[in-house]
């Protein structure tokens, strides 16, 4: 079968730079670097190197194809260039590290910063990770000893640009991967100095790192994370297209119409932290614009799971898990509270509609887009997630596992909700993208990943470390500003639970 | 210390001035009009001829065959583009690509500057400095040493002009050439006083860019820019006078250019009349590139005219065998012969490969090469929808309309009575030959 990014060509290469633009017929070259774009015309021609096969000279970059080329290589996730350097900024978080082994794995030469600030945060909401994980000196050396990789880390905070600079132009890297950001809403609610800080790292972050990518490195393709959050949750009931209104949207006003194909589609954040990601999303969308920068902006739903091959092949490798209010994901936190026997917390009504991937898909899905990079000034959205369940329906979920494969008498309750969002809306998010365009499909169901966390975090010395935070998983951070732990309105007991929920009845396991 | 210190004056200094684009004719009737004394000067005093430029007539193969004194078929440049090797994959062929040594590389003893020549990128190591010309990407890897950078930056150095702009204004583009000018002649300045060089090369490549998008002004003298495109021969001329100032007596100068100009009417559209004439498909329309070509394809082109046979066994998706190859020409031939647009005869004559290229790269040459009536401006393009067309570029290449220009000590027989690009390097070596040790 023909793989995804097979009739990519050097256009899309990260190893080409597109040295400029030549019109023959007036014997002229142009001046602009940075003016690349392929022609209509067939006498204007774009010129590529590439650092990688310096003997072909000068040639048109959309004549070699992935395909064609011996650099790119057959992977299961499509051709990807030998030994990519993929450098990735937060490699020390829940999604940093894991991409970190799963692609040194198939071969890249990954490089990475962090600064520990996840560790920091965690630290001072006074809650820890309940999988318990190594410090990273000790998870490098066990990346060697265990998988063979050599990883390029350094300590180092994003927000310090002379040295990320130095070190992105010593890598080069030909991808890079920015989970470098506060991923809380709770934690940019708390006060006026969190939200600061989340809205400072974030998007002053990503702004620095798209001046060092324009200086350094131009023709790599970045990776930002975004969030489906972004564009919230319309009470229109309006598709949440992938970042732009597809070609054949219009909107009709006062008997006349406009295409809008092409446009950002409205984002409607809820929180300020989810303020932050759309401000990036400007920020890069601009950049692409001005300096011909490539880019994935990735919307991606509520992460949910604890495995890949690499993270379960030796406790010093696992990856952090968090359940507290600001840094748990919902799936995350209620497999958490169902061990340890505390009701599963349901905000308001429980009928929020919100896009999931699990944490294996995710690493899949991010591996397919590095493998396709935008072609130059492309700036491209894709909502990464595998679908769209109601916190009701998860929770009867985890209960329903835990229940039947772990022996937990798991109840579910109710609680206030503290943030302001819809407790009941309609929701239509378009995710066609990834197995259309990169081959994706999610091989993980919920109640697989679900299955596995079960698996590790009931055992005892998991379970104690959940037991040691349970005073830290009721929220207590209210959007309106008050200080006060949510109240419960009230407890499901087993037998009460709602419908059945569609579940699948035995797990596949690999 | 420097090898050409050590053989002081073992012959006298040698320096070429190109002038990329430059016909004949106009040297002649600025010379005479007054617009260029120094050029008239040289004309008295030296020998000047019309020179032929090579076929197709354009800067990378005319300059190639100019610094290397050989045929494409041993320089191996046949054009901008080709398409490299067994594939339908556009290159473009660099100084990396060239076959034959140039001349200064054949003399190592000679210490040479050599600014702006066309296809002379990237820049490798010589006895001397080199700056490339046009196609040059960046201006690092256009030059040797790299230690001159910084120096040729402060100069605001530009390799070339951004032909783009003369789309959106031709006077912002006038300021543009005038500037890129300025710089080369500091450049120029610079290196002739800190070099302590035996032969000096400066090709000036703004007249190529002036003719194609102003040639109109300058045969229309009550056009906008007429004085300006004077006036930039004119500044030429100054530079000129002062080289000739700075020489010495034993010293020799040529002065040449690549190829003519005379002016665009039509653009004609090569791989148009192809499809039209049943040689050449694509699977896509419009095709993005070459590589879309169907598969009964017989003939396509290149850029500006070179018709290649889409031979089996050379091309993945070759059709014509060998043994049809003749036919498939005969046929190209008798077709081109009879193409006309607007009442006149488009093509005045297809060259075979045989009769012009000759060497070991000759079998990587076009099949056939086509020279236009004049008027028409032949192009390869592959998107083009229609037969002919015209933009706002108003000058077009001539192959006849080359100069040539040498003033040396002696013989008036070392330039051939009709000479061709290929002739340079001889009369070079002839000149520097002749001189005392």
Known sequence: MKLHNADKTCWNCPAIDLAGKVDFRACGQSAEKFEKRVSEDSDIYIMAECHRRPELGLFDPISITFEQCPEWQATPYGYMLQNMRVMILGMDGYLGWTLTLWLGSLGCEVSGIDNYSRRDWVMERGSHTIVPIARMTERLHAAKEVLGLDINFRRMDIMDRARLRGFVEEVKPEAIVHYAENPSPAYSMIDAEHAIEVQRNNVLGTLGLLFIIRDTVPETSLLKLGTMGEYGTPLTGRPLFEGMFPADAVLHWDGREWSMGGELTPRDPVSFYHVSKVQDTFNIYEACKYWWLRSYDIMQGVIYGVHTDQVSADPRLRTRLDIDECFGTVINRFVAQAVIGFPLTIYGAGEQIRAFIALEDAMQCMTRLICSPPEPGQYAVVNQMSGYYSIGELAETVAKIGRKYFDLPVKIQRVENPRVEADRHPFEPIYEKLPKEFGFEPRVSPEEAVYRMFELLTRPEIKERIEQKKHLILPQTWWSGIKKRVETIEVFEEAEASEEPVIVEQPVLE | ?437
């Open chain 2, 1 to 437: 210390m420097d090898v050409a210190r050590r053989f002081p004056k073992n012959n006298s200094r040698l320096v070429i001035v190109g002038l990329d684009g430059m016909p004949y004719r106009l040297i002649k009737n600025l010379a005479e009009k007054g617009t260029m004394p120094n050029m008239k000067r040289l004309i008295e005093e030296g020998v000047f001829r019309q020179m032929e430029s090579s076929i197709p007539e354009v800067s990378s193969v005319a300059w190639s065959s100019i610094i290397t004194g050989t045929n494409p078929g041993v320089h191996g440049i046949f054009g901008f583009t080709d398409l490299a090797p067994g594939t339908y994959r556009m290159t473009f062929p660099n100084f990396n690509s060239l076959k034959a040594k140039p001349f200064w590389e054949r003399e190592s003893s000679r210490r040479s500057v050599i600014i702006n020549v066309p296809n002379t990128y990237p820049a490798r190591s010589l006895n001397g400095v080199l700056i490339a010309g046009f196609v040059a990407l960046d201006l690092e890897k256009a030059t040797y040493p790299r230690s001159l950078v910084p120096q040729l930056e402060s100069m605001d150095y530009r390799v070339d002009v951004d032909s783009q702009r003369a789309q959106e204004s031709l006077s912002f583009f006038l300021k543009d050439l005038d500037r890129t000018l300025e710089a080369r002649i500091s450049a120029y300045r610079y290196l002739w006083h800190e070099e302590d060089w035996t032969t000096f090369m400066l090709v000036f490549t703004g007249v190529d860019r002036l003719a194609h998008f102003l040639w109109d002004a300058y045969e229309d003298e009550s056009h906008k820019y007429h004085w300006a495109f004077l006036s930039h021969l004119h500044r030429i001329d100054e530079v000129l006078g002062e080289i000739m100032q700075g020489m010495e007596d034993d010293d020799s100068i040529i002065l040449l250019s690549d190829h003519g100009f005379e002016l665009l009417e039509k653009e004609v559209y090569i791989n148009v009349a192809l499809r039209e004439e049943g040689f050449l498909s694509f699977d896509r329309e419009p095709p993005a590139s070459l590589k879309e070509i169907g598969n009964s394809t017989k003939a396509f082109a290149l850029d500006p005219a070179r018709i290649y046979v889409n031979l089996k066994g050379r091309y993945p998706r070759g059709c014509v065998k060998p043994e049809d190859r003749e036919a498939v020409i005969r046929d190209l031939e008798s077709a081109f012969s009879a193409l006309v647009v607007d009442g006149r005869k488009v093509i005045r004559r297809a060259y075979r490969k045989g009769e012009i290229f000759e060497g070991p790269f000759s079998p990587q040459a076009p099949d056939l090469v086509l020279l236009a009536n004049e008027g028409f401006n032949l192009r390869a393009s592959i998107k083009a929808a229609q037969l002919w067309g015209k933009d706002i570029r108003t000058g077009k290449h001539s192959q006849p309309d080359a100069f040539l220009l040498v003033k040396g000590d002696g013989d008036k027989g070392i330039v051939p009575k009709k000479p061709r690009v290929f002739d340079v390097v001889d009369i070079m070596d002839k000149l520097q030959r002749r001189r005392p040790i």
